[in-house]
């Protein structure tokens, strides 16, 4: 595993270094560099340095540029406008760079974090005993995205699904189950996802019609809410069959997403149960929390109602039961005390940024997060229909997210084979194929948009050839794969000496910026970043097919081989790019 600098970092580093030599007075000195389309790279610190140090732009610049290097990495550097540097790198340091990231395997030369730490991300949490709807879609894709991206840069990530498995909605569930037992069983497959929730749909709707109708009925399930609180074992055996049958159908409908779900990292809010009294305890004896009319509350200066009084954040109800903070907040000391964790991950819905904000600024308050232990929600925004309103059915109710996955793939199958014969794909192939499209297509139109921002699901759009959509980029994959099949005894090598086409330049230039790009979206948790390289670099691709022959019987035998280089770099590139937005990438397509 060899971590290799980038090009911008190299000369960044020479830049700097310059400055300081020409410029002892001047101290440390950013050179302020960006990619330019005037050149390579342009250096901007110049001009803010002169003023700082009352000298003219230009000469600086001048005096900056007699200070670097003689070496390999830079071709042509020009003072421009105002003390601007202009600069061109050498063919020769790119080709050479690119060789090193490929010899790198899977890591394609991106560095590890130099200080790893450990990060909970909280993500993907159905409820219990109800259907996966569209708005499970971005908290599932979204977090599967921000563990891959983290785990690469060496991170530590636990996973938790903190689901919905605990309240008063059980008691009528379970007392419903007592009384008609065979009432979860289905027919076949016990591990099928359909058959799973059918019989949770049966029992929720018989049980609801029971509860709204039945006074007798409706005092059973209160007081099996009171057994289940008290941790009676037959209550809990039976609220296990609902959590058992949730969860082979979470698992099928996760499976359809391409995603991985392990039982170790279902911790829903059951698991925080025995610590609830502890934490509430400790909250009133530290002062954090207060008793207001019987409840205990958590008040906060910035948070008031539309009446100007406090909305507090309720830990403990009036009537003895535990609120969603008192669970959210226990959770926080798990994860920090027990797990160790530096950073607290939650890609949450924003509808809920207040009570997380609310919820954080308590744990700070109690100590549970610090300068070192902190928490972020990665807040995002809602899946829209075309119309821009929430997504919903016909009869407005809310898309069942397996009716959207399962439409996703149809439509991406019928892409897939409107191809298949042209690229003569089998039945089987064309199968795979169009759910690795499908799922990928819903992935990436949410992936590819801020998480904040609201998107609309538009599936016309998504399994689109043109355009930012994953279907580009994997047919940009597979057409790569399609060469380097039909290259015959050309096989792929870097030969610096060459002088580079200007697409050959710009593709070369974008493949070195992988590492960069990864390091930015795991800072800042934003996938979208990801996404927006991976099509510019397919882009970049597509210009290089244009204008640059890669098999051709009239090119030397090393331009074929480093065309051959660059393409094969290209494609192992998407390749992981995508895997980290869990996205597969079809050989052929």
């Not at 207001?292 to 954040?313: H, M």
């Amino acid at each position: 595993m060899a971590s290799v600098p980038s090009l911008a970092s190299t000369l960044q580093q020479q830049l700097a270094d310059a400055l300081t030599a020409a410029l002892p007075d001047a101290g440390t000195a950013d050179p302020l560099l960006r990619r330019s389309d005037r050149a390579d790279f342009q250096a901007n610190g110049i001009l803010a340095l002169a003023k700082k140090l009352k000298g003219n732009p230009r000469e600086l610049a001048s005096q900056v540029t007699a200070a670097l290097p003689a070496g390999e990495l830079i071709k042509d550097i020009e003072v421009s406008g105002p003390g601007f540097l202009n600069i061109t790198l050498t063919d020769r340091a790119i080709v050479e760079t690119l060789a090193a990231r490929a010899a790198d395997g899977d890591r394609l030369g991106v560095p590890l974090k130099a200080a790893p730490g450990t990060t909970v991300v909280d993500y993907a949490q159905p409820n219990v005993a109800k259907e996966m709807h569209v708005g499970h879609l971005r908290s599932a894709v979204i977090g599967d995205a921000v563990v891959q991206i983290l785990e690469f840069t060496g991170e530590s990530v636990v996973r938790r699904h903190h689901i919905g498995d605990w309240g008063t909605q059980f008691g009528m569930l379970i007392q419903y189950l007592f009384e008609h037992p065979d009432e979860l069983r289905h027919e076949g497959d016990q591990a099928d996802g359909e058959a799973a929730m059918s019989s949770l749909n049966r029992v929720y709707k018989a049980s609801r019609v029971l509860f709204d109708s039945d006074e007798e009925f409706k005092a059973r399930s209160r007081d099996r809410v009171v057994a289940l609180q008290a941790g009676d074992p037959e209550t809990l055996a039976h609220w296990q069959r609902f959590v058992d049958e949730s969860k082979i159908y979470f698992y099928s409908v996760f499976d359809k997403l391409d995603m991985e779900i392990d039982d170790p990292d279902i911790v829903g809010e059951s698991g925080y149960n025995d610590m609830l009294e502890e934490t509430c305890r400790i909250l009133e004896e530290t002062g954090v929390a207060v008793r207001s009319e019987g409840a205990l509350c958590v008040f906060f200066d910035d948070v008031k109602g539309p009446d100007g009084n406090p909305v507090p954040l309720i830990v403990k109800k009036t009537n003895g039961g535990y609120g969603y903070a008192a669970t959210d907040l226990s959770a926080i000391r798990d994860r920090v005390q027990n797990l160790k964790a530096d950073t607290l991950l939650y890609v949450v819905d924003a509808r809920q940024s207040l009570h997380f904000k609310m919820v954080f600024e308590t744990a700070r308050r109690a100590g549970w997060l610090n300068e070192d232990v902190t928490a972020h929600q990665l807040a995002f925004g809602t899946v829209l229909g075309k119309d821009g309103k929430p997504f919903k059915t016909r009869e407005g109710t809310t898309v069942r997210l397996e009716d959207l996955l399962d439409e996703a793939v149809e439509r991406a199958t019928a892409v897939v084979r409107e191809k298949a014969e042209k690229v003569g794909l089998s039945e089987e192939e064309i199968v795979e194929n169009g759910r690795y499209v499908g799922v990928g297509a819903v992935k990436y139109a949410d992936l590819s948009t801020s998480a904040v921002r609201d998107y609309k699901f538009d599936l016309d759009q998504m399994v689109s050839l043109n355009g930012d959509t994953s279907v580009y980029l994997q047919y940009a994959y597979a057409r790569i794969r399609s060469i380097l099949r039909k290259a015959g005894d050309a096989k792929p090598a870097a030969h610096p000496e060459l002088d580079l086409a200007p697409a050959e330049r710009a593709l070369g230039l974008h493949l070195d910026q992988f590492g960069a790009v990864l390091e930015e979206v795991a800072e800042g948790y934003e996938p979208h970043k990801l996404a927006a390289y991976l099509y510019q670099l397919a882009s970049h691709l597509t210009t290089f097919y244009d204008q640059c022959q890669v098999l051709s019987d009239e090119n030397p035998a090393e331009v074929v081989e480093n065309r051959l280089f660059l393409v094969e770099l290209t494609a192992r590139t998407l390749h992981q790019g995508m895997k980290l937005l869990g996205i597969r990438t079809p050989e052929r397509l």
